[in-house]
């Protein structure tokens, strides 16, 4: 059994020309682990769009309440739309932006179209996260909470800028800058997440806890695998090797016009491990933060006795609820 693709020939060094190559037919056997490691991604994308179908059912008939309404559930869903199919796409047509290498020979390989549909998917999901943390931010009146609801929506724009400028110049610092930022932000929200923690007791905290665990070993490997390796990258062609790089403007027609297909394993090594972990693990956060969301009015059962007994004593029954939350802040 084989599948079908097209690979343009030459070597990828001999592809800096900026037109599509010369192309030749070739079979790629089931043997190449690029066909099962693709076949995986198109599984688990299709899983997970049939997941968020099931949860858009399911959430949107929920009744609303004082604690989450119908347009922030509709909000949720279409956020999460975004990212989730926003990772189909780009596990359907894998696609190295930098290189401008890829598996299928078509003009929606480009990486103007991929990293277009990679910057509002990631936008999304930022947006998602804005959005729970602000939810619970309110709800246990943590101000902390709330600064970083506000902050991390800016910071995922800024990096999105810095993956634009790697992008275009095919400079690799352009992305440890980028992914640099992506910790800061989720650092930032892990910090918001253990502040809530002394709020909720059982399930939630529970919930709260293995959040906690995702987002530090989403730091650990940007720390330890992602950045470095777009450091060693930059040294390895720019520092060490001189490589010119591109103007913006000659970029941005570069990423329009030249896609490479390549089939050698060696040329996707650095890139299988993230893009299996990103389109996978990162989706289902995506869609876990729906459910929690749309769950938010089954949190107060859960506040945790301290929490509940200090506002009931601190504060009288007919006091404005701004007093209320307010006797927590941070």
Known sequence: MSLEWREHSGSLSRSLSRSVSRSVSRSLAWSNPLAWWWSMLTLVSGVNIAVWF?????????????????????????????????????????????????????????????????????????????????????????????????????????????????????????NAI??????????????????????????????????????????????????????????????????????????LRDVSTRWVVTHDIAEWKGEITWMSLYFSMAVWASLALCVFYASADQLPRYRTHAVVASQSQTTPASAPAALISGAHRL
């Open 54 to 174: 099931l949860l858009y059912r399911e959430l949107r008939e929920q009744p609303a309440s004082s604690l989450v309404s119908t347009s922030g559930i509709e909000i949720m869903l279409l956020l999460c739309a975004a990212y989730v199919f926003g990772c189909a796409f780009r596990s359907f047509l894998p696609r190295a932006d930098v290189q401008r290498i890829c598996l299928f020979d078509t003009w929606l390989s480009s990486v103007m179209v991929g990293r277009s549909v990679a910057t509002v998917a990631e936008v999304a999901f930022a947006a998602q996260w804005a959005m729970m943390l602000h939810q619970l931010g309110t709800m246990t009146g943590s101000d902390t909470v709330l600064a970083v609801a506000w902050v991390i929506v800016p910071l995922i724009l800024i990096a999105e800028c810095f993956s634009w400028y790697a992008v275009l110049t095919t400079q690799y610092l352009g």
């Open 178 to 251: 980028e992914n640099s930022i992506w910790a800061v932000a989720f650092f930032l929200a892990g910090i918001g997440l253990c502040r809530l923690l002394p709020e909720f007791d059982g399930a939630a905290r529970a919930v709260l806890v293995v959040s906690i665990v995702g987002v530090a070993g989403y730091l650990a490997f940007l720390m330890t695998v992602d950045v470095p390796m777009y450091l060693n990258r930059w040294r390895a062609e720019v520092v060490d090797g001189g490589k010119p790089l591109l103007r913006p403007l000659e970029g």
